[in-house]
């Protein structure tokens, strides 16, 4: 069965510290790898994504990512880490051929609080 | 950047009456939406996807008969909660594609549906 994980329901950091948030991913064929990121109240926010090319990623509000296919993982990760960075993250998986219609599959979501 | 819009953000409705809500992607047309439920700091339940101008593919266990969805045109889509029950009330996030499988999804600021 296709699934993503991560690990950790929650990360804490300290502000100005670099933070990693995992996720790995099982599924056959090639995955489209996304991040969004959530906060209270709100809908989900596209970070970055990885459809193919340079493994590294890079996105919005200085978030990166790399993909690592042979640990099958997709780690989220920031150099400095601000207090504002906290909040829900997701990482999500679409895995073609078309017989199916594409959809997301997401982890379960982490937590990021990044105190002062 | 893209936008999706969703109304109402919070709705409050009798238990047996129904509720309406939309969805528009307003920079980008998507010929693809999906309708997500998402519990207190869980991960979103995908509901349903939706084709503009064909009948919506409901996910396993997903009433149809109770959540009536209408993709009409490129940049719309409705959600409604038809005999609504007080375990209906959820968060209910829409999402849009733009062009393409490997387009990325951008998602709405979620409803807070409140059934009494």
């Known amino acids: 069965a296709q699934s993503v994980a991560q690990p950790e329901d929650q990360v804490n950091v300290a502000e100005g510290n670099p933070l990693t948030v995992k996720c790995t991913y099982s599924v056959s064929g090639n995955p489209y790898l996304f991040w969004y990121v959530q906060y209270p109240n709100r809908g989900l926010q596209f970070l970055l994504k990885y459809i193919t090319g340079d493994n590294l990623v890079k996105g919005s509000y200085g978030f990166e990512a790399e993909f690592n296919k042979s640990q099958t993982s997709f780690h989220l990760k920031k150099p400095s880490a601000l207090v504002s960075d906290s909040a829900l993250y997701f990482c999500a998986v679409r895995v073609l051929p078309s017989s199916n219609t594409g959809k997301l599959i997401f982890g379960q979501g982490t937590t990021l609080q990044v105190k002062p | 950047g893209a936008v999706v819009s969703q109304h109402p953000s919070r709705v409050i409705c009798k238990s047996g009456t129904s509720v309406k809500i939309e969805c528009r992607s307003l920079?980008?047309?998507?010929?693809?939406m999906f309708w997500y439920r998402q519990f207190p700091k869980k991960s979103l339940m995908l509901m349903a996807t939706s084709n503009e101008g064909s009948k919506a593919t409901y996910e396993q266990g997903v009433e149809k008969d109770k959540f009536l969805i209408n993709h009409a045109s490129l940049t719309l889509s409705t959600l409604t909660v038809t005999s609504a029950h007080p375990e209906d009330s959820s968060f209910y996030i829409c999402?849009?594609?733009?062009?393409?499988?490997?387009?990325?999804?951008?998602f709405g600021p979620g409803t807070r549906l409140t059934v009494l």
């Open positions: 920079d980008f047309q998507a010929t693809t």
């Open positions: 999402s849009a594609r733009d062009i393409g499988l490997a387009g990325t999804q951008y």
